[in-house]
């Protein structure tokens, strides 16, 4: 069984700062993804990573895939209130993907 | 909208009787998956289709779940004798698999609260 691991599970913190949050396995994943959730919203795609070592940015957001491809982790620079929800990592496992618990981020004006 | 669509949004219903879910994807798609989420917790895989075939159940998919998508295009998840751990967001996604990746596009859930 293919396990994502998401720390921390929870995130408070005042507008402007950084921070990071971690997606870690123990299983090797062709492609690892990351999305944003909203309560009572489905989750919404923000990148996929496919190579070792990988870096994508978007705007304040950084994703990095570890070289094993077995973790990833997500920096946020100068948070702003409305990236406020629930950050999950997401695996490619066969057919399906398969979820993290998540980490709930709020932010704070 | 051209989103996922699912309905109902909300369903409040007693143990015992039955609910039937409705999703529709985005038209080109033909891959369509179905998710259950409890609070605290991320998606857990139910089943997914492609086209019209169900290629894949979890484990977690009891005898009294049964899901279908007739024509390749809308689908439907019911619960029969719904049980008080059935309450959930069930999730309904789909996408259009180009290559290794695969971007799913979900829905915003039918909140199902069994009471």
């Known amino acids: 069984t293919q396990l994502l691991e998401q720390s921390p599970q929870f995130l408070s913190i005042q507008e402007g700062e950084n921070l990071t949050v971690y997606c870690n396995s123990s299983?090797?994943?062709?492609?690892l993804q990351w999305y944003r959730q909203e309560p009572g919203e489905g989750p919404v795609l923000l990148v996929t990573?496919?190579?070792?070592?990988e870096v994508k940015k978007l705007k304040r957001l950084t994703f990095q895939f570890g070289d094993a491809r077995k973790d990833s982790s997500l920096h946020i620079t100068a948070a702003q209130t409305g990236d406020t929800g629930l950050y999950l990592c997401?695996?490619?496992?066969?057919?399906?993907?398969?979820f993290g618990a998540g980490t709930i981020l709020r932010v704070k004006s | 909208d051209t989103g996922v669509s699912q309905d109902p949004r909300h369903k409040i219903t007693k143990r015992g009787q039955n609910v039937t879910f409705r999703c529709d994807p985005i038209?080109?798609?033909?891959?369509l998956y179905w998710y259950r989420q409890t609070l605290g917790q991320g998606p857990e895989f139910l089943t997914y289709?492609?086209?019209?075939?169900?290629?894949?159940k979890s484990r977690l998919l009891s005898d009294r779940f049964s899901a279908e998508r007739p024509k390749g295009s809308f689908s439907t998840l019911e619960i029969q004798r719904t049980e008080q751990g059935d309450s959930a967001m069930y999730l309904c996604a789909s996408s259009l698999k180009q290559g290794h990746s695969e971007k799913l596009f979900f829905g915003s859930g039918t909140q199902l609260s069994v009471l």
């Open positions: 038209s080109e798609h033909n891959r």
């Open positions: 289709f492609q086209n019209e075939a169900q290629l894949e």
């Open positions: 299983s090797v994943f062709s492609s």
């Open positions: 997401a695996g490619a496992g066969g057919n399906k993907l398969v």
């Open positions: 990573v496919v190579t070792g070592g």
